[in-house]
């Protein structure tokens, strides 16, 4: 089956634009959680979607605001993009995310990889 | 929040060596996941352990969680280039986002 996809895959912005971000994930997935991932910081959580509902954010600031469609795609968006937003961008599905009973495998996307100049 | 520690952050060895990365947390977890990300690629799981002590094992790759299910241990025998990424462990409870180590870069030089 086709796996998750995201995109775009590469893009620049200056700072102060804004970006969105979309993610398709697996077919039959309901759960898509965003993740941040620089060379410092390691992977960060960003938020998790469910069925158009956001279950679960991350520590980081209201500029970086999501969504989920009926279809479960998703899409993120950073506004008053900063320097320090360059950042591979992975988007993550699963059946049932953090309401399962046992922890899920995630099925990664190959991310978006954003510079902000 | 649970936080966990890898080491070595990088790591390059010769072809056929054998090599341990290790994952710590001050915190006990339900659960443990470790995954493989190739460079231009997102990060894929390899495997889940959730008993203290056990041991599991998928080819030439022996991952162990602790008795205390604080850490965890990747060896790899006889490393191929092919085994070349970042390897990354995760944890949490499972009603909770899983939250990554910083990972360890492993090199296999031919």
């Known amino acids: 089956k086709a796996g998750v996809t995201q995109t775009p895959r590469y893009l620049i912005k200056t700072r102060g634009q804004q970006v969105t971000l979309s993610c398709s994930p697996i077919?039959?997935?309901?759960?898509v959680s965003w993740y941040q991932q620089t060379p410092g910081q390691g992977l960060q959580f960003l938020f998790e979607y469910f069925s158009e509902t956001q279950r679960n954010k991350g520590n980081f600031p209201g500029r970086f605001s999501g969504r989920q469609f009926s279809n479960s795609r998703s899409e993120m968006n950073v506004s008053t993009l900063e320097l320090g937003d360059s950042a591979l961008y992975l988007c993550?599905?699963?059946?049932?995310?953090?309401?399962?009973?046992?922890?899920?495998?995630?099925?990664f996307g190959e991310g978006s990889r954003l510079t902000v100049l | 929040t649970q936080l966990l520690e890898q080491s070595p952050q990088f790591l390059s060895i010769q072809e056929g060596e054998n090599l341990t990365v290790y994952c710590n947390s001050s915190s006990v977890f339900s659960s443990l996941q470790w995954y493989r990300q190739e460079p231009g690629e997102g990060p894929v799981l390899l495997v889940t352990?959730?008993?203290?002590?056990e041991v599991k094992k998928l080819k030439r790759l022996t991952f162990q969680f602790g008795d205390a299910r604080k850490d965890s241990s990747l060896h790899i025998t006889a490393a191929q280039p092919g085994d070349t990424g970042l390897y990354l462990c995760a944890g949490g409870p499972g009603n909770t986002p899983l939250v990554f180590g910083k990972g360890t870069r492993l090199s296999v030089i031919a």
């Open positions: 352990v959730v008993t203290g002590g």
């Open positions: 077919s039959g997935h309901r759960s």
């Open positions: 993550a599905s699963s059946y049932a995310g953090t309401g399962g009973v046992l922890r899920e495998e995630l099925f």
